[in-house]
């Protein structure tokens, strides 16, 4: 099983719906990361959390809001979807700053 | 706030001649700097990293990164490239911002083994 699990892998979803990615670790990390990667722009910060009760904003969190339910658990919402949240969306996670993070696999939302 | 610059944004190479692909990053007082690779269609994995000590770091598939504090870069070296190379690499730093370390990512360079 992957350390670091995405769901759903694909979505396609219609402009101003309401849409969550799903993001679980079996890494015991306390730090878990949402980036988005675009062609050309790399993976740029959407939201962080080094704990349970902390959120913090990345360079580009307008538009989306987190969860964080458990240590295990970080999820992304997108409230009112739009085509320019085309993207790959990946979750991280890390155990400390100076360690490997963790990616999953990615999820692949179209917004159509 | 912390940035990282990868100079090219695709790198094409003939099969066994070297390679290098350029990181810089903005100054901090302490950084941990890393180098991913992602293969098509897949996640990001870890290469290699620089934490403090050598400021030569190696990985087990031949690559290696200089950390050079005074310009402030982190290029990724290879002396013979494989086919099996060909993917996108990322340059990353783990920099304090705003009280808190954050992990940010360069733009990435798509690396073109050419048989």
């Given amino acids: 099983d992957a350390d670091v699990t995405q769901t759903p892998r694909n979505r396609i979803t219609k402009t101003g719906k309401r849409i969550m990615l799903e993001c679980s670790q079996t890494k015991g990390h306390d730090r878990m990361y949402w980036y988005r990667q675009d062609p050309g722009l790399g993976l740029r910060l959407i939201y962080y959390s080094f704990d349970v009760k902390d959120i913090n904003k990345g ?54 | 706030a912390q940035s990282v610059t990868q100079l090219d944004s695709q790198v094409p190479v003939f099969e066994e001649a070297p390679v290098e692909l350029r990181c810089n990053y903005s100054s901090s007082v302490s950084v941990y700097l890393f180098w991913y690779v992602q293969y098509p269609n897949q996640g990001l994995q870890l290469l290699l990293k620089y934490l403090s000590g050598s400021t030569l770091v190696e990985s087990i598939n031949g690559f290696e990164a200089e950390f050079n504090k005074s310009q402030t870069s982190f290029h990724l070296r290879k ?26 990512f360069g733009k990435g360079t798509k690396l073109s083994v050419i048989p």
Avoid: M, W
Avoid at chain 1, 66 to 84: D, G, H, M, T, Y
Avoid at chain 1, 85 to 97: D, I, R, S
Avoid at chain 2, 82 to 103: K, M, N, P, R, W
């Fill in chain 1, 59 to 112: 360079e580009i969190s307008d538009g989306y809001s987190v969860s964080r339910q458990a240590q295990a658990k970080f999820s992304l919402s997108l409230e009112s979807a739009i085509p320019n949240q085309t993207a790959l969306y990946f979750c991280a996670t890390q155990g400390q700053p100076n360690t490997e993070a963790f990616f999953g696999q990615g999820t692949r939302l179209t917004v159509v």
């Fill in chain 2, 79 to 104: 002396p013979s490239v494989h086919i099996s190379d060909t993917a996108e690499y990322f340059c990353a730093v783990s920099d304090i911002v705003a009280g808190s370390y954050q992990l940010t």
